[in-house]
């Protein structure tokens, strides 16, 4: 099943869907039966059930939940869903059981803003620039494009690692309290980037200058890949200005980092003390959906993990093997064995390296997607909280202006005018706050809807293609193994 | 499984055969049922079956090594003590972790613990079969007494464990054994056959030592490889019923592929096992043996080369000639025994060598062929459907 696609644009498609209120019971019946309705579409389903007790809240929210995706706020279909009874309201779920066709062609539509997504940026020539403690690793980032937005088809800037921070940082601290999954940056890592620092020119600080490369890559792939981000001056500069200000608060033990932790720490309890009244199914069960997906991936990452330190350490004792079945070929005195074993040497050798291709294949094509997901999936959860931290914030309004009414009400005995006047444009105030609240909460739910709904088209997208490219080198290297043994057969044989 | 050593041997022969056809794994000892047939008259019947525990099997071995009209030949190395230890500790281990896996991972991992176990059960047995044959197959030890009554006598042998006194002797016995080693090592050797093959065998043991180590590592890491992908496949599987987008037929698919795969891996490692690693171990046992025989000539020409000293001696003195003469001539005898018997051993020694590393070595490439092919192909057609679906 497919992440949710929007809905037609409001028009004769809309119209068709009311012309169908009429069916209440259908409706029901095929809201409830998940075979009748197209895959793509389970939103509508989990909404099923709730449907009656939704609509009893009077929580105008659940319009919006009901709805497969973006149904725009101010379409003007949605007014007499609000003043009609319930069978109106369940319409809006029917939309996924009508054309389906017509829902890809919006999808496309949205998508075909003018440029076909087509950019490529490629993070390379890593370059240590300075020595001792003040050194740092500077990358190559280029960019190739046909997008009208940038100014050439081919940018490269040189950029090193704090930059990506500090890109990342601006784009969190500008987009995620809207409910957009702003894509994690890479990791710092103290121990990693001392080694480099101190010059340490051996395989363990080469390989991590790779790993930290193609990470960068990724990032770099999954932000613009964004068609909200990809707009940001911010990302436009970052790809295109030679010259970048420092982002000298990215440093983990600065003031700005110390300030972080602070905010976390207390977003932490906010969390705890906020008990949000959920009435939407569909973001409970997403949020459900997610935890689960992220305890999984945890597990499948370590496993993999696992597997990567597993087949390293079978390339080393293979290695090592090899070398000794060559001593053993070396005082074997008989002739023909003693070249067999050299064979069975130098074929070990052979595996070694195999063995060592195909960790490198877990690593970078399986464990990193792994990786990069159980970060983007703590991104996932943030976003779920802004939307929680949005619905506190309306509540708080909300409160505010009961308040308000009830000291507005104990004026209106005490007689005394100026402070009515007073309290009555406190009242005023408090209802525009608490309009903006509810704007704010149907605001980013909407936002969250079409992020999660990208998030799972991209995620199925990148699984799938990463699945085939992993299982394409497994193929690789057992055909590299028939190779070596069909060859060190016949001298197995020769043996006289 | 090792070949009998009969087949390299080539000295089939149909009136003497013996194999283990049972054993019965009990609390912490294996019993092995012998079956012997034999058309030797020495035999009160043709076929017959007695148990013996690996005691027993030792007894049989240092009896052989104690005896010294067998001085001149290779005595067949012992077989290992059966070790189902480690297999018992992750046993006992998977018992206690019972409660935080899931039912399925349960049932898995007592599964391959299971066969594990059963892997070293077939292996145990296959060593002390080995041993048997050899002794059967050879032409001198196949008529000894010890041999016949272990085949035979239906009763325990009584034969208990050695005490500490007796271990301890055992201790001094080999650190002398080792320092006349060393002595008997360092003389040049008259006869150049002799020459060679202290030297080959000296570097050969070493060497197959080294590989033998080296090859058992090899393997482990392989085993834990193919353990990761049992968890990776039971994780997808997991993620592929939870997964509601289109992905998860991707994981259920993957998840099915890792399984077979898996047991493919475990399967190579075991072959590994079989053909490589517990080659080079029997070899590292028999170049003991090997060693051990040259040993007992070394000190049987340090006897003679001191009587020929003392009977000098003696003539110069003119005092006790004839005894020391009486010496020299069984010195001189036992030496030129040992030595006879012993080159033919070494001869033997090699050819069985070779045979058996190019038996191994063919059949390992064969295998290794057989299951790579067999991934291969699980592979592609996974990989097929999977692309046809995208």
């Not at chain 1, 969190?172 to 702003?182: E, F, T, W």
């Not at chain 1, 496993?303 to 004792?317: I, Y």
């Amino acid at each position: 099943m497919a992440a949710e696609r929007d809905p037609p644009p409001p028009g004769d498609a809309g119209q068709a869907r009311f012309g169908e209120a009429e069916d209440g019971e259908d409706l029901f019946v095929v809201l409830c039966s998940p075979a009748s309705l197209p895959a793509e579409d389970i939103s509508a389903n989990s909404n099923g059930p709730k449907l009656v007790d939704s609509f009893l809240d009077d929580d105008p929210d659940d319009l919006f939940a009901e709805a497969t995706e973006e149904v725009s706020l101010d379409s003007p279909e949605r007014e007499p869903i609000l003043s009609d009874g319930p069978s109106p309201a369940i319409t809006p779920i029917m939309a996924p059981r009508i054309d389906s066709t017509l829902f890809d062609q919006a999808l496309e539509e949205e998508e075909d803003n003018g440029d076909t997504f087509d950019i490529c940026i490629s993070v390379s020539d890593p370059e240590k620039v300075g020595d001792g403690m003040n050194a740092y690793m500077a990358y190559k980032v280029t960019t190739k494009t046909s997008l009208s937005v940038f100014s050439q088809n081919e940018l490269s800037v040189r950029r090193r690692f704090s930059d990506f921070l500090g890109l990342h940082s601006k784009l969190a601290s500008k987009y995620m309290h809207s409910g957009y999954i702003v894509p994690p940056a890479p990791e710092k890592s103290i121990v990693g980037m001392t080694k480099v620092k101190v010059g340490k020119e051996d395989s363990s600080s080469t390989e991590f200058v790779e790993k930290r490369r193609s990470a960068l890559e990724r990032y770099l792939m999954r932000t613009v890949k964004h068609p909200v981000m990809l707009k940001d001056p911010n990302v436009l500069q970052f790809l295109e200005s030679s010259e970048l200000p420092r982002a000298v608060s990215t440093q983990a033990l600065s003031g700005a980092g110390i300030l972080r932790m602070v905010n976390k720490a207390a977003d932490a309890v906010n969390k705890m003390t906020i008990k949000m009244n959920e009435s939407d199914a569909w973001f409970e069960e997403k949020q459900q959906q997610f935890e689960n997906l992220d305890a999984q991936f945890r597990k499948l990452h370590a496993s993999v993990e696992s597997l990567v330190c597993h087949r390293k350490e079978l390339s080393l004792n293979t290695a090592s093997f090899a070398k000794s079945a060559a001593m053993l070929g070396n005082s074997e005195d008989h002739t023909a064995l003693s070249r067999a074993l050299s064979q069975l040497a130098e074929m070990e050798e052979k595996m070694e390296q195999l063995h060592m291709d195909q960790a490198y294949a877990d690593f970078y094509l399986f464990a990193e997607l792994l990786g990069d997901y159980v970060r983007l999936l703590t991104a996932v959860k943030g976003v779920f909280d802004q939307r929680m931290k949005t619905w506190s914030k309306w509540q708080d309004a909300q409160l505010m202006l009961q308040r308000k009414r009830e000291a507005e009400a104990k004026l209106q005995y005490a007689n005394k005018p100026d402070k009515l006047q007073q309290a009555k444009d406190e009242i005023k105030e408090w209802e525009g706050k608490v309009q903006q609240g509810e704007r704010d909460f149907e605001q980013i739910s909407k936002t969250i809807r079409k992020e999660l709904g990208r998030f799972e088209k991209e995620r199925v997208k990148d699984f799938k293609s990463v699945i085939i490219k992993y299982l394409e080198s497994l193929v690789q290297t057992q055909q590299q193994l028939i190779k070596y043994w069909e060859a060190f057969l016949p001298e197995a044989k020769a043996i006289a | 499984m090792m070949p009998r050593a009969v087949n390299v041997d080539l000295q089939t022969d149909g009136t003497l055969q013996v194999d283990i056809s049972d054993a019965l794994s009990e609390r912490d000892k294996v019993k092995f049922t012998v079956h012997t047939k034999s058309t030797l008259p020495s035999f009160k019947q043709n076929e017959f079956s007695v148990v013996r525990q690996h005691e027993e099997f030792i007894w049989l071995h240092d009896s052989f090594v104690e005896n010294e009209e067998y001085a001149g030949y290779i005595i067949p190395p012992a077989p290992p003590r059966p070790d189902f230890d480690a297999s018992r500790e992750k046993l006992q281990k998977l018992g206690e972790g019972e409660g935080s896996m899931t039912k399925e991972e349960f049932t898995k991992m007592k599964q391959e613990l299971e066969a594990e176990y059963l892997a070293i059960f077939k292996k145990t047995v296959a060593m002390h079969e080995v041993f048997l044959c050899r002794v059967a197959a050879h032409p001198v030890l196949r008529k000894d007494l010890n041999f016949h009554v272990f085949l035979e006598y239906n009763q325990d042998l009584s034969v208990r464990g050695k005490n500490k006194k007796e271990k301890l002797e055992d201790f001094f016995k080999n650190v002398v054994k080792s320092a006349d080693g060393v002595l008997v090592a360092g003389v040049k050797d008259v006869d150049d056959f002799f020459e060679h093959e202290k030297t080959f065998l000296l570097e050969y043991h070493n060497r197959v030592k080294d590989a033998s180590a080296k090859s058992d590592r090899m393997i482990r890491s392989h085993k834990s490889a193919a353990d990761d992908i049992n968890r990776i496949a039971s994780t997808l599987y997991t993620l592929g019923t939870q997964d509601s987008t289109d992905v998860c037929k991707f994981f259920l698919k993957v998840s099915e592929l890792f399984e077979k795969t898996r047991k493919i891996e475990a399967r190579v490692a075991a072959d590994e096992d079989l053909k490589l690693a517990d080659l080079l171990k029997y070899y590292l046992r028999e170049s003991q043996a090997a060693k051990d025989l040259l040993y007992r000539r070394g000190r049987a020409l340090v006897d003679y080369e001191n009587a020929n000293k003392a009977l000098d001696k003696a003539r110069a003195k003119n005092k006790d000639v004839l005894q020391a003469e009486t010496t020299q001539q069984i010195c001189c005898q036992k030496f030129e025994k040992i030595s006879e018997s012993a080159k033919q051993e070494l001869i033997d020694f090699k050819t069985r060598r070779v045979a058996a590393f190019r038996k191994n070595l063919v059949e390992l490439a064969e295998l290794e062929l057989k299951h790579a092919k067999g991934n291969l192909q699980l592979l592609q057609s996974c990989l097929g459907v999977l692309k046809g679906d995208t």
